[in-house]
């Protein structure tokens, strides 16, 4: 038995293996997991059923973090 309800596809991709995953981590989101070579990006994404009132704008923000790894 497993704690979450995950969802997980692979496929060729070229020469490239492409997994994608749901239902892991983010579960309040709408989010998948894509894994391809050795990169892995996360993808959310949240909505509200009803707009505020007088709200004429779009609120969309990309949060872009880079991490590397240091080597002694």
Do not use: D, W
């Not at 892991?24 to 990169?39: D, K, T």
């Not at 509200?48 to 790894?69: C, D, I, M, R």
């Amino acid at each position: 038995m497993t704690m979450f309800n995950t969802i997980k596809r692979e496929f060729q991709y070229g020469n490239q293996q492409v997994v994608i995953e749901t239902g892991r981590i983010a579960r309040q989101a709408n989010s998948i997991l894509v894994h391809m070579g050795g990169v892995t990006v996360l993808v959310a994404a949240v909505v509200k059923s009803e707009a505020k009132e007088g709200q004429n704008f779009f609120p969309l923000t990309v949060n872009y973090q880079e991490k590397n790894v240091c080597s002694g």
